[in-house]
């Protein structure tokens, strides 16, 4: 029989650290990321205007940035989030980044990406795509990237927090518990099972009689 990972379903947050300061910086309030990062969608949208980069230009980068966030989510969780090393130190980290939401899905505090992690990540990521455009389309690029990337933290957190009453709320809920409670290698889709479907990491769906 296989082993079964631990579960906690405690609203409480599990110290990680010994340090406070470390501590602290693992655990963020929900409504965080929509603070820092709202700001950067109106700045960028400010700029692409700024530069004339023109309405038609921003509106398709921003849905551009939007798509590529999707699969961005989905091989950071996959291929990231959900890669087991075996050196310890390397199981440490695995730990503080994914592996504690696993043991404790219901941890209110750690459901978000805390500024720690999310500014560098972030900074990275408009880096590297303003490397690879031509100038100035990052500023209709990145405003939908970031706007993928709220979707995905909010939802995220009201998957595990809220009951919804709509249909379509309730699948995305589903496909991320069954995540959860059935079977960790398969839905790594958290806002969207778009490209489980695609990758075949889907979950496979009883057939009515």
Known sequence: MAKKNFVSNSTESVRMFKSNFLESLSKVHYFVPLIIFVPVILVCSYFAYNRNIGVINYIWLF???LFVWTLTEYIMHRFVFHF????KWALRLHFIFHGVHHDYPSDAMRLVMPPSASIPLATGFYLLFNALLPANYIFGFFPGFILGYLVYDISHYAIHHFNFKG???KKIKQHHMLHHYQDPSKGYGVS???WDKVFNSDFIKKQND
């Open 63 to 65: 849905l551009a940035g």
């Open 84 to 87: 087991v090393p075996k050196a």
């Open 167 to 169: 249909a379509f709320w």
């Open 192 to 194: 969207s099972p778009m």
